[in-house]
């Protein structure tokens, strides 16, 4: 069977997803099957077997896989928030929609994707750029003490890290490309560890620079993490060194400790994550009800969950009993209706899609597509783990999105970017020669 | 580059187990305690999302209901506030706090689910609704209750002999459980005196003594006694009301009139080994086998002078006072009804009962809680030969302001002397069931406290009005 007929019947799982799903919703809603819901399915199919056709056309190589996979958690993503709230289903929509056109505008424009590596120092200015965006007076904003935002009033808001992710990676592979021999070379071996001249660790400073950045600056623990540790897989991969990674981490780790320490927003953070139960915490402003109600959620849905649109979101005065359960908590929304297993599914479908990422980057043949495929997987796969993981008190819980299944039409933009820029890689690495 | 690519796929792969551990840990192997965490309010709005059943009254007055509240979720309202407030108690779930009836019956006002109905009850996510509790009280009584004993301390308790059904169970103070968390305007006003309180029973727990002389078969109604005054009991004297010396008398007088000398005399000679075994009979020494929760039931029985309990049939109690109700006795109203209640039903004492049945939402019949015999206290006979002893109470004795015209009222009243001595603060009594023949009422009476009072004279009128009540809406 030819790949792309591989990739369409991937779509089965997605489409019976959506359908059943979108049909459960709907049963505990109102105990009557609604026709509305069948629309709502039918459009969502109708756009991924669109994107499916347009693979087909441009990239007829590419991995047969991604693709389906993205539908699969895409297809959850929007039952999961129709469910919390049906208004933002539709704007989900909408941004699914936008999602396919840039992952279609990006397949055309960048077909020799290897012609960024031109635009490498743009593209490492405008994503810094990005990053500080959030910090500008009148259209950055604030939530929960982390500055993640940009608000042009009236029009939209985004969240600038979700596409400088992209664009630091698309960097630092075009720039280790050229350097990650002399980082190797030339390095003297001191009791067993290969270490650099001092001026080669460089990138390592740069990136370290780069994560401390982001923790001064946006006060966002979880965003410095997935960067630092993206970058620092590139580097790794680039140069096999484990030196760089063991000195990259105690670096990350004094500079966290020392951040963590004086900035009152994270050190918050930190508190919550180390007693979530305490009842004075409990009760603080920027304190670990959302962190404890996670877990509490989470333990409610039990092995099994308690069911489509069972899982209790508000409070009987219509507060707020899980915060933020279509982005940062949709986790603990999905623990708690479709339990453990449920989860794990989620979680084993990312891993699936992180080891085709990993395979497209073994396949590519020159390194700029190896280290680039390898970031961007990398920094997708250490995104599912710092939301994840901040849900289930892993590490300090911090705001990113859940990609594909998480409300928000940033997250749903870049991460189709990044989507396309992965299938690109795979399509020339798999093109018979 | 593909080792680094492999190994870094394997890190990954690490953080993921990780993620997949701590959602385990989570949701299996802790997530009891965190259920039960007293931040998690969860069971609690699911709780709160139930409409819990509706508690009636024998004539199908609501006691209590559930009212609609915000997001979905359903308060209570007791619509006769605290008229019926300590039987049926209320449910503050948001305050985590219940009592009575709602306390008790909470697993049936909830709606058990059991079976196909647990699993498509969750399927469907419907409204779940509890079932609705009837029980036996009586309202117009109760209100008798209320009215005669006019807002002083006190407690009715009334039970129907045959079934051991609660008709009456009134005390005074009460207080509002639409509001349970309101101060009380007096003292105590939460604590249910008919089941709680811990009260000296005087002269009523001659019947107790009655039953145990006769039924052992060491004495008979036609016994004569000396009803000198006064004599040594253990070691100590004892008198007669006004120090009265009565002289050589019959049992039947001696409870007629109340004779102190007598009924000490009769409980020494039977010894503390017998006394109790019918004590026991009668329910003292455990909790009244009511549906009720156990902590708002108190143990009737003899307590030192420190306040510890006597073990049964302690060498240091007096038993010759305890046999006239004195001796550190202390006793619920609830445990003198049931006296009544034994010798009404042919020394067959039922087990008290509030709950009669309990109907789920459709009106199917869930349980009918069935009349259980909680132990044959004495032989019929002995029942019979009390009974008349107690009518001549009535009929003739200290007991005449209950009498009900034409019907038979068997009685015993009683007056415990409390505060110091000497301070003519009296706590009046009065026990009784009528008819005398085929008994539909068992009743208990008592007013906390009055000066001078007696039993005949302040208890038995209460006591006649509501059996009156009862026994006019039998007919």
């Known amino acids: 069977m030819s790949a792309r007929n591989r990739e369409l019947f991937g779509l089965i799982p997605a489409s019976l997803l959506v359908t059943a799903g979108f049909a459960g919703v709907f049963i505990q809603r109102s105990n009557a099957l609604s026709n509305v819901s069948l629309i709502y ?3 969502f199919l109708g756009l991924c077997l669109a994107g499916h056709v347009f693979i087909r056309v441009t990239l007829p190589h590419a991995d047969p896989y991604m693709f389906p996979l993205v539908a699969l958690l895409a297809s959850f993503g929007i039952v999961m928030v129709y469910r919390i709230d049906a208004t933002l289903a539709r704007q989900q929509a909408q941004w699914f929609v936008l999602g396919l056109v840039l992952f279609a505008v990006t397949i055309v424009a960048f077909r020799d994707y290897r012609k960024l590596e031109r635009y490498r120092y743009t593209i490492v200015v405008v994503s810094l750029g990005l990053l500080l965006l959030p910090r500008l007076p009148g259209i950055g904003y604030q939530a929960n003490g982390a500055y993640l935002g940009v608000r042009i009033p009236g029009l939209f808001v985004f969240q600038p890290t979700e596409f400088a992710k992209i664009g630091l990676v698309v960097f630092l592979a075009s720039y280790l490309r050229d350097t990650r021999q002399v980082l190797v070379i030339g390095a003297r071996r001191i009791l067993g560890v290969t270490i650099p001249p001092i001026k080669h660790f460089g990138p390592v400073i ?7 950045l982001i923790l001064l600056v946006l006060h966002d623990i979880g965003s410095s993490l997935m960067f630092y540790g993206g970058l620092l897989a590139v580097l790794y991969v680039a140069t096999g060194r484990v030196s760089f990674v063991v000195v990259g981490i105690l670096a990350f780790a004094v500079g966290a400790w020392y951040l963590g320490a004086h900035i009152q927003h994270v050190n918050a953070r930190v508190e919550a994550w180390l007693h979530p139960f305490d009842p004075k915490l409990y009760s603080a402003p920027l304190g670990s009800y959302q962190l404890a109600n996670s877990i509490f959620a989470q333990a409610a849905g039990g092995m099994f969950g308690q069911g489509f649109g069972q899982a209790v979101l508000t409070l009987p005065n219509g507060g707020p009993l899980l ?20 989860a794990a599914a989620v979680l084993l479908t990312y891993l699936l899609f992180v080891a085709r990422g990993f395979k497209t980057a073994l396949l590519a043949r020159d390194s700029f597509s190896t280290l680039m495929a390898t970031g961007l997987t990398a920094v997708f796969a250490l995104q599912v783990f710092v939301i994840v993981g901040g849900v289930t008190r892993v590490i300090p819980l911090t705001g990113v999105t859940l990609p594909f299944i998480s409300y928000g039409g940033s997250s749903i933009v870049a991460n189709f970017v990044l989507l396309a820029l992965l299938l690109l890689v795979s399509d020339r690495a798999r093109k018979p020669a | 580059m593909n080792k680094p690519i492999i190994r870094l796929f394997g890190v990954i792969v690490v953080l993921f187990a990780l993620l997949i551990g701590w959602t385990s840990r989570w949701t299996v192997f802790d997530a009891k305690s965190l259920d039960n965490n007293p931040l998690n309010v969860r069971t609690l709005i699911d709780e709160l999302k139930i409409k819990r059943g509706r508690i009636f009254a024998d004539d199908g007055t609501v006691l209590a209901r559930s009212v609609s509240a915000a997001g979905g979720t359903w308060g209570r309202t007791y619509p006769t506030s605290s008229l019926f407030s300590q039987p049926v108690g209320y449910s503050n ?12 019956r909470g697993p049936e006002l909830r709606g058990i689910q059991t079976g196909l109905s647990a699993i498509f009850g969750q399927v469907n996510g419907s409204q779940r609704v509890g079932d609705d509790v009837y029980t036996s009280l009586d309202p117009k009584a109760q209100e008798m209750a209320r009215q005669e004993l006019d807002g002083r301390a006190g407690s009715v308790v009334a039970l129907d002999p045959q079934t051991g059904a609660v008709k009456v169970m009134y005390a005074n103070p009460t207080y509002d459980d639409n509001r349970p968390d309101a101060p009380c305007s007096r003292p105590g006003c939460r604590f249910n005196r008919s089941t709680q309180a811990s009260y000296p029973p005087g002269s009523t727990f001659k019947v107790v003594t009655a039953t145990a002389a006769i039924d052992s078969g060491k004495y008979m109604p036609t016994s004569i006694v000396n009803g000198r005054s006064p004599v040594m009991i253990s070691g100590v004297p004892l008198s007669n009301d006004n120090n009265q010396d009565f002289g050589p008398i019959d049992l039947t007088t001696a409870l007629t009139y109340s004779v102190n000398t007598v009924w000490a005399q009769v409980g020494e000679s039977l010894g503390r080994a017998t006394m109790t075994r019918y004590m026991r009979r009668f329910g003292f020494y455990s909790k009244p086998p009511l549906d009720y929760p156990p902590n708002e039931l108190n143990t009737s029985r003899p307590y030192s002078s420190t306040g510890r309990p006597y073990p049964p049939a302690s060498p240091n109690e007096d038993i010759g006072r305890i046999a006239i109700g004195q001796g550190g006795l202390l006793v619920t109203p609830l445990q003198m009804a049931m006296v009544a209640s034994a010798v009404a039903n042919g020394g067959k004492l039922m087990e008290p009962r509030l709950t009669a049945r309990v109907v789920d939402p459709d009106g199917r019949n869930v349980e009918t809680i069935k009349p259980i015999v909680q132990s044959q206290v004495m032989k019929p006979s002995t029942a019979q030969a009390v009974a008349q002893m107690m009518k001549k109470v009535v009929d003739e004795g200290t007991g005449t302001p209950a009498q009900l015209g034409g019907i038979p009222f068997a009685g015993k009243t009683g007056t415990a002397s409390i505060g110091v001595a000497g301070s003519d603060l009296t ?18 009476v008592t007013v906390e406290q009055t000066q001078g009072g007696f039993g005949g004279t302040v208890a038995a009128p209460i006591a006649k009005a509501v059996v009156q009540t009862l026994l006019s809406e039998g007919q």
């Open chain 1, 206 to 212: 740069v990136i370290w620079g780069i994560a401390m």
């Open chain 2, 93 to 104: 779930l948001a305050a985590g706090s219940a009592a009575g009836l709602e306390l008790y």
């Open chain 1, 323 to 342: 915060p933020a359960p279509q982005t940062d908590m949709i986790y603990a929304v999905i623990t708690d209706e479709l339990g453990l297993f449920g």
């Open chain 1, 41 to 43: 399915g039918a459009i």
């Open chain 2, 427 to 444: 706590q009046p009594w009065f026990i009784g069931f009528a008819p005398i023949q085929n008994p539909k009422i068992a009743i208990a």
